[in-house]
């Protein structure tokens, strides 16, 4: 037997971790290959703390940063509080003279800590979002330039939506030498912090540690290193174990109530049995706690009831203030408390080993005392500078001073509102709301403020039976007014949608009592016109989009009014009405045709998609384009650009551009993942994709969630696309009834809504399959009332689309009109740059030849092919060969280069022939000198994206470098061909 004698009086902790060897050794393993991320899971007292603090001293980690912050139950209105909690000490680790880009001058007001290494604040931007997604650049970049780190971030179920919206972030673009890792309790953990862990790039080394109670053996183990003995038989180390849940931070309290009855007694053999026999303790961690403070002096124990309030860590002052304490009581009592190891002395203050301990002597506390306590800590920390308001807001809760809460409350969810953390503001509010008697007039001012504050989350809160609730107590019309609009907003936000009569109920309503707010009036106006109710005509839409603009006051909030200027030049661009010239024409001039604010580049990239969604290319690039430029100086990296992207991702479908489009798609998806409404067009276009380059399962599956979510949502405009897609496949599959019935309440929801204009690209996939179904009546009567509707508008698209769908219903019956109108129609499609569509009309143009015996047939089926080929639609390809060798062709199909045939293309050959379309782009645009995030936002797609073409570049040609690939471009000529 081997003894080392008892541990000292009152401190029995564990200096060896027990029992996680296997669990630190796959933590260490994950860390050392980053990026990494590590999550660690775990209930409260399994050691999760004890592991990554483990961790931070390993020699495995040496010459690796370990950065700690942890999140906080009571929350101040500081989000980002535990990243800058980590950052805060690291001015030294800077390198003399080193470099750090403008934007983490961002960083001044957030780490002042760093004033002498952070470059000068910039300019402050006009946008909160903008703002603060700077800062999360700002913060990845200084984390980046301190060289290998860890980050550890411990008790994310108590974070912030701010602190879990920068995680992501920083995850989906982890600087090479960045690990983090993350703590937190499963079962009292959002699904956003969840989520953290699944949508990360395939570059993150990742792993998830589910920490589970000690077994017998390990528990046996603990007890004998925490005593000093390996004498610990399995009958006491089961009893240690029942008794503790095999939870550590139980043992060592059952072991350390244990030492001070005085019943941990070592002996040769063994302990002594009356102890064994004797042991009743209660299980857990509370009443070991208990005993063991009761056994503590009197001002001892002050001491601790004073920081379990408290909850936090605290100066020994103010837990002298707290507890009424004179300065040399409070110094004994301190270090009884410190000697008992119930506290430790933690960041120059003290406060309780593990929460549970904190919790176990707060609710032991007599709840006459405990308001006592709780409003000596709030008079308490008035006295502190700046004052924390969110604590003082719990403390005065607590006490029962339900007046001075309410003004805290209240102070508290204006600072944090101020520093645009809508989520603590809500939560604050909600709190005030639902428990404290508010005046009419206090309440209505509240809840206004909860519902602009809730409007602007990220994942909204329920708080639509607090609006009703104000409602339904007769408020003033301004407020009516304002709360309808924002149960109106809260609803859209929320989904789903599933009754835009009630939300054109309520919007309607609250013009009505807007008269004193026109630019609020101004937007439930705009939101009339856009969505619209089910069976509302367009003529009634468009007179609440004139009444918009004429409500909107002249000097009214510039940023707005560009909003609404962009959603109505949106909804004209979608019918063909020729007034979006003159809207577009109003933004060009207001913002120099370069936009700069938020507002002004969503407006461009709205009008940028609609004008593709109609066939208007050059100017929706036009917009696009300004947008994307827009976006970058305002916030490159930032969600404006994501948004401007995504746009530009999916006008590239419509007009055939797809090499790295899947990829961008993939990536558009990943960034807009909390933003289904907004990533809608991508994954709309995205779905069309994979069905086109032959991902049938993929597409499937997406295409079921993007039609959900467009019915649910009122997305009316993204319908026509997705049921093309859908009836194409459904005519391949000679299932053409069938999707026509499910499709038919959409294809009626477009027409209701008069969006002709768009719809009208959906019309011969729709003629085909009602040929197809045997409804040829019903197929003239679509072309017929297409015609009809479109008469008048002056749209590139409508010609060929309606010679398209014209040489459909003419094909079997008069084949020399079928294919003089699918003839006009690939070409017309070819002029406007539709590649995808020109292929289709080509191959229905062949099918007509071949039916009536036209030795063209042959040619022009093939350049269907050649279309499909450079396309890379593989699903079309097939079909298309399949019906080639039917009638006795051997067409020669291109396909995609195995691994072993990336440099087949012979550098010699040129980069023509070498090079796919995209990639003699890339290639071009690097050759003039442009950098790769110039050429990014030229072609609209992610700097990864062009890393990924130019590296494929080079290895296809041969080359070292840009400068070589400079030499080799001007060897060829522009056109490609050799000088």
């Not at 971790?17 to 660690?40: I, S």
């Not at 709301?433 to 994942?459: C, F, I, N, Y």
Request: charged residues 25%; aromatic residues 4%.
């Amino acid at each position: 037997m081997s003894t080392q004698g008892p541990p000292p009086a009152g401190r029995v902790v564990s200096h060896t971790l027990v029992g996680r060897g296997a669990e630190l050794a796959r933590l260490v393993a994950t860390v050392g290959h980053a990026p990494a991320l590590a999550v660690v899971e775990g209930e409260p007292g399994i050691g999760k703390s004890r592991l990554v603090a483990e961790l931070a001293g390993h020699p495995e980690l040496a010459g690796r940063r370990v950065l700690t912050g942890a999140c906080a139950r009571i929350r101040e209105p500081f989000p980002l509080g535990p990243v800058v909690d980590a950052l805060r000490d690291t001015g030294h680790a800077f390198a003399e003279g080193a470099a750090l880009s403008p934007v983490a001058g961002a960083l001044r007001g957030l780490l002042p800590e760093l004033g002498d290494v952070l470059p000068p604040a910039p300019e402050p931007l006009d946008d909160r979002a903008a703002e603060r997604h700077r800062l999360f650049r700002g913060l990845r970049e200084v984390l980046a330039a301190l060289g290998p780190v860890v980050l550890v971030m411990e008790d994310l179920h108590w974070a912030d939506e701010q602190t879990v919206e920068f995680l992501g972030y920083l995850l989906s673009r982890a600087p090479v030498g960045l690990s983090v890792v993350l703590t937190y309790r499963g079962d009292e953990t959002s699904p956003d912090v969840q989520a953290l862990a699944t949508r990360l790039p395939d570059a993150v080394t990742r792993d998830h540690l589910a920490l589970e109670p000690l077994d017998a053996a390990k528990t046996r183990d603990l007890v004998g290193v925490i005593l000093g003995t390996d004498a610990v038989s399995e009958a006491f180390a089961e009893h240690v174990r029942e008794r503790s849940a095999g939870l550590p931070l139980a043992v060592q309290e059952l072991l350390a109530l244990l030492r001070v009855r005085g019943e941990l007694i070592p002996w040769e053999g063994g302990w002594v049995r009356r102890a064994l026999e004797q042991l009743e303790v209660p299980a857990g961690v509370r009443y070991p706690v208990r005993e063991r403070a009761a056994r503590l002096s009197e001002p001892a124990r002050a001491l601790l009831e004073a920081a379990a309030v408290l909850q936090t860590t605290a100066r020994p002052g103010l837990l002298a203030d707290v507890c009424g304490l004179t300065e040399a009581e409070a110094a004994d009592g301190l270090d009884e408390a410190l000697e008992s190891g119930l506290l430790l002395e933690r960041d120059q203050g003290v406060a309780f080993r593990h929460v549970l301990a904190a919790q176990a002597i707060h609710d032991q506390i007599g709840a006459s005392r405990r308001a006592h306590l709780h409003a000596r800590a709030a008079d308490a920390l008035r006295e502190v500078t700046p004052v924390p308001l969110g604590r003082m807001a719990h403390h005065l809760r607590e006490a029962g001073r339900t007046a001075q809460w309410v003004d805290a409350a209240e102070r508290a969810a204006d600072q944090a509102r101020a520093l645009g953390d809508h989520a603590e503001a809500a939560r604050l509010l909600q709190d005030v709301l639902r428990h404290a008697p508010l005046s009419a007039g206090h309440r209505e001012r509240l809840t206004v403020r909860l519902g602009w504050d809730a409007s602007r989350m990220l994942h909204l809160p329920d708080v639509a039976d607090l609006l009703t609730a104000v409602l339904e107590d007769d408020p003033t019309p301004a407020v009516r007014g304002e709360l309808l609009f924002l149960l109106a907003m809260h609803q859209d936000l929320k989904g789903p949608m599933s009754d835009r009569a009630d939300r054109y109920r309520l919007l309607a309503e609250a013009v009505e009592h807007l008269e004193q707010q026109p630019q609020l009036a101004a937007w439930a106006m705009v939101a009339l016109g856009w969505y619209g109710r089910p069976g509302l005509p367009w003529a009634e839409q468009d007179r609440w989009l004139q009444r918009a603009l004429r409500t909107y006051p002249e000097g009214g909030d510039r940023t707005l009014r560009m909003f609404l200027l962009g959603k109505v030049a949106m909804a004209y661009v979608w019918r063909g009405d020729p007034r979006w010239v003159e809207l577009t024409d109003r933004i060009t001039a207001e913002t120099d045709g370069r936009p700069r604010q938020r507002s002004e580049i969503s407006a461009y990239y709205s009008v940028g998609l609609a004008a593709h969604q109609v066939g208007r290319g050059e100017a929706g690039d036009r917009f696009l384009e300004a947008a994307l430029d827009g976006a970058v100086a305002l916030d490159a990296g930032g969600f404006p650009e994501i948004c401007a992207r995504a746009y530009a991702a999916a006008a590239r479908f419509r007009t055939g551009s797809w090499d790295g489009l899947a990829e961008e798609f993939a990536f558009l998806h990943g960034e807009m993942i909390q933003r289904p409404a907004d990533r809608g067009a991508v994954d709309a276009a995205w779905a069309c994709l994979m069905l086109a380059t032959g991902e049938l399962d993929h597409a499937g599956d997406l295409f079921r969630d993007v039609v959900r979510r467009i019915r649910e949502g009122g997305l009316v405009s993204l319908m026509p696309m997705v049921v093309t897609a859908l009836l194409r496949l459904a005519v391949a599959r000679r299932a053409s009834a069938a999707v026509l019935d499910e499709c038919a309440a959409d294809i009626a929801d477009w027409e209701d809504q008069e969006l002709w204009a768009v719809g009208v690209c959906a019309l011969p996939a729709l003629v085909e399959a009602l040929l197809q179904a045997g409804h040829r009546s019903a197929a003239q009567a679509t072309v017929a009332r297409y015609e009809r509707h479109l008469v008048g508008l002056d749209l590139p698209l409508i010609a060929p689309t309606l010679d398209h769908a014209r040489g459909l219903l003419a094909a079997g019956q008069d084949g020399g009109a079928a294919a003089r109108h699918l003839t006009a129609a690939a070409e017309g499609f070819r002029a406007l740059g539709l590649g995808y569509e020109a292929a289709q009309a080509t191959e229905h143009t062949a099918r007509c030849l071949f039916a009536a015996g036209d030795a063209g047939a042959g040619a022009a089926l093939l350049g269907a092919i050649d279309g499909y080929t450079r396309l890379g639609a593989r699903w079309d390809v097939d079909r298309a060969a399949r019906l080639a060798r039917r009638n006795g062709l051997r067409p020669t199909v291109a396909r995609r280069p195995g691994p072993e045939e990336e440099r087949a293309g012979d550098a010699a050959t040129g980069p023509e022939a070498a090079l796919t379309p995209r990639q003699r782009e890339v290639a071009e645009l690097a050759a003039a000198g442009l950098t790769n995030r110039e050429i990014a936002r030229r072609l609209f797609l992610s700097t990864r994206t062009v890393d990924k073409h130019l590296s494929a570049i080079l290895h296809r040609l041969d080359l070292r470098s840009r400068v070589e690939l400079s030499v080799y471009m001007r060897s060829f000529g522009p056109s490609g061909g050799e000088r």
